[in-house]
């Protein structure tokens, strides 16, 4: 079997192209992902996304990531975090946890602290320009918090057929401290099993949450639909 992946956006290219490097090289399938949204998470000039990511309203970068290994089902996230330069790099460890697999805010930070992750201020004078301008623009009522809105999804399976995937966003721009989307849930914005496969999101999480979409596709596709039939079935269930 050959190893592949798949990801969302042309803002995904480098990192999977790396990523297949490293699949085809040693074959590890979690470094493959982590490298991957890593090369997505450093790049300033993907607005929705780790590094460069655009603020929530109070001007701060609040960070959702999350990975799953489709071998175990073990899965791991944080959410609302500030100031973790790769959170996916956290969020493929937690997944090797049993307990406290998921953290949030200030708890996330200080556990990221307490391992040696390394932080960084990810607010980018870019970022802030385009909060600044928008906050204006917001005064005459014209403002697009969906603006530069886009998850990282990777998928990877490797030559022994284990699948994993892992996403990471910086969610809505502009949205309110604390919220967190369908990326670090699961079910909602991932999901893996290596007996069937992965499906991850990007989107509105609000929307994509109320249909749990991920997990909807994998469990089509566990029922024997094909990976298009499965999703235009989640997804016209959905709408
Ligand atoms: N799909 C990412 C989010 O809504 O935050």
């Known amino acids: 079997m050959k190893g592949c992946m798949v990801a969302t956006w042309k803002m995904a290219l480098e990192g999977i192209q790396e990523g297949m490097q490293i699949l085809n090289g040693n074959g590890n399938l979690h470094r493959a992902i982590v ?16 590094y460069g990511g655009l603020p929530n309203r109070e001007g701060y970068v609040e960070l959702d990531a999350a990975f799953m290994d489709g071998d ?3 899965a791991g996230g944080v959410m609302a975090v500030q100031g973790i330069k790769n959170p996916i790099e956290l ?24 391992q040696g992750v390394e932080m960084q201020n990810l607010l980018t004078p870019n970022a802030m320009r385009r909060y600044e301008s928008s906050l204006k623009s917001n005064l005459k009522g014209d403002m697009d918090a969906y603006d530069g809105h886009d998850t990282v999804c990777v998928i990877g ?5 284990s699948i994993a995937c892992g996403v990471s966003t ?10 967190v989307g369908d ?5 909602s914005g991932f999901y893996a099993n290596s007996i069937i496969g992965s499906a991850a999101a990007t989107g509105v999480g609000e929307d994509i949450m109320k249909g749990c979409l991920a997990y909807s ?23």
């Open 170 to 179: 910086s969610g809505l721009f502009l949205k309110h401290p604390g919220r």
């Open 72 to 74: 175990t089902l073990g």
């Open 183 to 187: 990326s670090p849930i699961i079910g």
């Open 91 to 114: 969020a493929c460890s937690l997944s090797r946890c049993s307990r406290n697999c998921f953290l949030a805010g200030k708890g996330a930070e200080e556990y990221a602290l307490s």
């Open 157 to 161: 399976r490797n030559q022994s057929g």
């Open 217 to 239: 596709i994998v469990a089509s596709m566990g029922s024997g639909l094909s990976v298009q039939d499965a999703c235009e079935h989640a997804l016209n269930y959905h709408i």
């Open 35 to 50: 490298e991957a949204v890593k090369r997505v998470e450093d790049n300033e000039n993907f607005v929705s996304v780790g």
